[in-house]
């Protein structure tokens, strides 16, 4: 039997999603354990998506081994830092946040503080030993095993453990969601990353690369689906390289095929994915998108420099001419696919018309919104013992705000190019400016604001057709269509 699309069950006017219970997210396990006694634990989370998910899989450990969640850091016991080392700034915040919990500590000399993720990865055990600012320092790779160091801290000894595995995924580990608005959730298919990119410190803090089995991420969906969720984000450092061989039946589940089964969960779960390689994305990719309406329009497909001589010095292993040609393909196959990009301004030796060639590959692309950085030496990484951090600072700050100012107007561009159509949008909660409007996203991940007024009855995880009339660079703003989107 066919599978019914979105449009299909959707129709104009809106209907409700039938699998939905009142067009509210059934309860998730975010906070609320008010068991008499239990000890709390204060997560907070800084860098990528991936970090996010993995204080998931925290949250969910520990609550196993007895702890509930807090939101409230003034009654945790256990206070824990998921960090991120990608720039010096990430670090530096991270730090001045860890000083103050140790101020904090003094008060409470019970509370045990821990850093989690790629800084404790990076750092190992300087932040316990030498600078005395936590109480341990768990890797990554070694979250299952945080119950026992927490133990071992309460006990005044070091805690420490660092280990990255081959083949840790926390497959079995099904993640307490937290602050979830119940319609979203980041599911992680993989872990590692085996791209030297020489600018990149997560080969170093994050291990190797290792896929998730296929049927549990699918059946992570499927659950996520059943307690009302309507989006998945599957998460990898470069997940078109996700490859699974299931054990018993030797078959190899590539990506595009763990896409296909995703989308299968239901027509009326979209699915989403970062982040794609430009040398890793294929074809396959692209038609198992082209083919489900419920796969959405978009890429996030870093560029990082757009000079080919520059690009060979990052190890990117593709060209300029790569890819544009594969910004083109995505647009051959999927016309109205959103892209979006990751650029650093001013990496080692960069020259001016270096910078002038990624202006030019941006214009080209005509990205609807990108990540824009400056070079930040990483110690350890392939590009710090290998080039002099040689672009003077002043030159990496003009540089990155000429990359800023032609993406804002390129937003703009692309956000005009909006007005006047149809989306259809999957509600994810009040707009952020008013109580009166809903935000959402459309298919192309663009923020969409409409009145609440125009829908009566709906709510977070349906969804409905907006018509936009006007925008930002940022957002779009509509209101309820009258017609289905063509
Ligand atoms: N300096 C600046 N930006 C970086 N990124 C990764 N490492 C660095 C660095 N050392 C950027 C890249 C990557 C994104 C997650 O962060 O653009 O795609
Ligand atoms: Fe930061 Fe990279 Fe680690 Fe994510 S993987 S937390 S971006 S250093």
Not at 102 to 120: D, F, Q
Request: with cysteine; glycine share 6%; proline share 5%.
């Amino acid at each position: 039997m066919q599978m019914p699309t979105i449009e299909d069950i959707v129709s104009q006017p809106p209907v409700k999603d039938p699998y939905r219970h009142n067009g509210e997210a059934l309860p998730v396990a975010d906070t609320g354990d008010d068991r008499p006694g239990l000890r709390r634990f204060y997560i907070e989370s800084y860098g990528c998506q991936m970090n996010f998910s993995d204080s998931e899989i925290v949250a969910s450990i520990l609550t196993g081994a007895g702890f509930g969640p807090t939101r409230n850091m003034e009654e945790a016991d256990l206070v824990l830092v998921n960090t991120c080392s990608i720039r010096e700034k990430a670090e530096q915040t991270i730090r001045n946040r860890l000083t103050a919990f140790r101020h904090l500590k003094r008060e409470r000399p019970g509370m045990l503080i821990g850093v989690l993720g790629c800084m404790a990865e990076r750092l190992k055990s300087k932040l316990l030993e030498e600078e005395k600012l936590v109480d341990m320092v768990v890797g990554p790779d070694a979250y299952r095993t945080l119950p026992q160091l927490v133990e071992e801290a309460g006990d005044g000894h070091k805690a420490v453990n660092v280990l990255l595995s081959r083949d840790e995924t926390y497959s079995d580990i099904s993640p307490v969601r937290l602050d979830s608005n119940g319609v979203t959730a980041f599911v992680s298919i993989m872990r590692g990353c085996n791209n030297m990119c020489a600018f990149c410190v997560v080969p170093f803090t994050r291990g190797r690369e290792r896929s998730r089995d296929a049927a549990s991420i699918v059946s992570e969906c499927r659950d996520l689906f059943d307690r009302g969720f309507r989006e998945v984000t599957l998460l990898g450092q470069n997940v078109d390289s996700y490859c699974h061989v299931d054990e018993q039946t030797g078959q190899t589940v590539t990506f595009a095929d763990l896409l296909g089964m995703t989308a299968e969960v239901s027509p009326l779960l979209r699915i989403r994915f970062s982040t794609s390689h430009p040398k890793d994305i294929t074809d396959d990719v692209l038609h198992t998108m082209a083919a489900h309406g419920n796969i959405c329009r978009y890429i996030h497909l870093p560029l990082q420099a757009g000079s080919t001589r520059v690009l060979q010095l990052m190890n990117r292993t593709y060209t300029r001419e790569w890819y544009l040609a594969k910004v083109r393909r995505i647009r051959e196959v999927m016309p109205d696919c959103g892209i979006s990009s990751d650029i650093i301004a001013g990496f080692c030796t960069e020259t001016e018309d270096d910078h002038q060639d990624t202006l030019d590959v941006m214009r080209q692309s005509r990205y609807d919104f990108s990540y824009m950085f400056m070079y930040s030496e990483r110690p350890g990484t392939l590009a710090a013992r290998r080039y002099a951090d040689d672009v003077p600072q002043d030159v990496k700050k003009r540089r990155l705000e000429e990359i800023v100012a032609l993406q804002n107007t390129l937003s703009l561009e692309s956000n005009r190019q909006d007005v006047g159509r149809v989306f259809r949008v999957l509600i994810e909660g009040n707009s952020r400016r008013s109580e009166q409007q809903w935000m959402g996203r459309n298919s192309q991940n663009k923020v969409i604001v409409f009145p609440k007024s125009d829908m009566p009855g709906m709510g977070p995880g349906d969804y409905v057709d907006v018509k936009v009339t006007d925008c930002t660079q940022a957002t779009l703003m509509g209101v309820a269509a009258k017609h289905t989107p063509a």
